[in-house]
């Protein structure tokens, strides 16, 4: 399965942006780049997800490198509840047309009063 | 709002003892998972289906099985539970494919088994 990448830790401050990156070098051409966020004690949420294009969303915006091996969660202004695990993950084929998700160990974000 | 519920919130069992964790979604989902998270591991994908009575192995399969008799419902048995089996168990649910890629997936809150 193609992997990603992402910086186990980072630190914003309330109000200002936030740029969590990835790499995923080996992607391919079918596959999806999703994110999700854990708070604590919960299940994962999704983010946002994109192909080869840029995406905005209420949550987010993902910018995604033209050669698609590397990508760009940002949140325009971090809250307090923004502290989480962002995931950055390939949704690959596995099996005719059916996805799967496969999780690597994400950043840990936290976010300074 | 939609959902994915985890019957138990938390759970002590016994080694040996069979368990089942069972989970139902409420968005007519083709689409389920189970994932386990232990700490410096991440989430780890367990079993998922994407159909009823359709089952595929995950990454980390031995000392599982699951059941999908309805569309709803996703069960993951521990056989004979084992001390290592102890850890959060995640189940999530989305759409299939053909059309609604661009749905995420919807997890439910976790169960956290204890095996003593």
């Known amino acids: 399965d193609a992997k990603t990448t992402q910086p186990n830790s980072m630190e914003s401050n309330e109000e200002e942006p936030v740029h969590l990156p990835c790499n995923h070098s080996t992607i391919s051409g079918t596959d999806y780049i999703h994110w999700y966020r854990q708070l604590p004690s919960q299940g994962p949420e999704y983010v946002i997800h994109g192909l080869t294009s840029n995406v905005n969303n209420r949550m987010a915006s993902l910018a995604i490198a033209e050669d698609r091996k590397s990508s760009t969660l940002i949140l325009h202004r971090a809250t307090l509840r923004d502290a989480a695990v962002y995931y950055c993950i390939l949704r690959t084929l596995s099996g005719g047309s059916n996805y799967k998700l496969t999780f690597g160990k994400g950043t840990l974000l936290t976010v300074n009063p | 709002d939609v959902k994915v519920t985890q019957s138990s919130r938390y759970l002590v069992k016994r080694t040996g003892e069979k368990v089942f964790l069972e989970c139902v979604q409420d968005?007519?989902?083709?689409?389920m998972f189970w994932y386990r998270q232990d700490p410096g591991l991440g989430l780890r994908l367990i079993y998922f289906?994407?159909?009823?009575?359709?089952?595929e192995k995950g990454d980390i399969p031995e000392g599982y099985s699951v059941s999908r008799e309805k569309k709803e419902r996703f069960s993951l048995i521990l056989e004979s539970a084992s001390t290592n089996q102890t850890s959060m168990y995640l189940c999530a649910s989305s759409f299939g494919t053909g059309g609604r890629i661009g749905y995420g997936y919807t997890f439910g809150s976790g169960t956290r088994l204890t095996v003593v």
């Open positions: 968005m007519d989902h083709e689409n």
């Open positions: 289906s994407y159909d009823v009575k359709m089952k």
